[in-house]
Nanobody, 126 residues
Framework: QLQLVESGGGLVQPGGSLRLSCAVS????????IGWFRQAPGKEREGVSC????????NYADSVKGRFTISRDNAKNTVYLQMDSLKPEDTAVYYC???????????????????WGQGTQVTVSS
C-alpha cells in the first residue's frame, strides 16, 4: 500500500525559505502524479502545486507562482516543494497526495487524489 510522509515544515520568518519533502513508500513513485495542498485554520484545502509522473509537467496556484518550485527524484522516491519568499499567508498544514490515473499531466483538484500524507505544519511569522 502506498504511503506518503511529509517533512521539512517549521517556523520561518517572512521572506525566508523552506523545502518540504514527500517520501513515498510501498510503490514506485513514477507511477503517480503528486500534488501539494495546504489548509489553513478555518479555510478550505487548496491546491498549491503538482507534478506529472515524469516531471515534465507542473502546475502552480497563482498565489505561489514565482515563489514555489516543485520537483521530483523518482530514484529517491521523493517529491520536493521549495518555498521561497514566504509570506504569513502561506501559513498552513501542507499535504502531499498521489494520483494514479493521470498520465502526462497533473491537476490541483484535491478530489483527483487518492492517497494522502499526514501533513507538515508551516508557520511564517516574525
Amino acid at each position: 500500500q502506498l504511503q506518503l510522509v511529509e517533512s521539512g515544515g517549521g517556523l520561518v520568518q517572512p521572506g525566508g525559505s523552506l523545502r518540504l519533502s514527500c517520501a513515498v513508500s510501498g510503490s514506485t513513485l513514477n507511477a503517480y502524479a503528486i500534488g501539494w495542498f495546504r489548509q489553513a485554520p478555518g479555510k478550505e484545502r487548496e491546491g498549491v502545486s503538482c507534478i506529472s509522473r515524469s516531471g515534465s509537467r507542473t502546475n502552480y496556484a497563482d498565489s505561489v507562482k514565482g515563489r514555489f518550485t516543485i520537483s521530483r527524484d523518482n530514484a529517491k522516491n521523493t517529491v520536493y516543494l521549495q518555498m521561497d519568499s514566504l509570506k504569513p499567508e502561506d501559513t498552513a498544514v501542507y499535504y502531499c497526495a498521489a494520483d494514479v490515473r493521470l498520465f502526462g499531466l497533473c491537476v490541483l483538484q484535491s478530489l483527483e487524489y487518492d492517497q494522502w500524507g499526514q501533513g507538515t505544519q508551516v508557520t511564517v511569522s516574525s
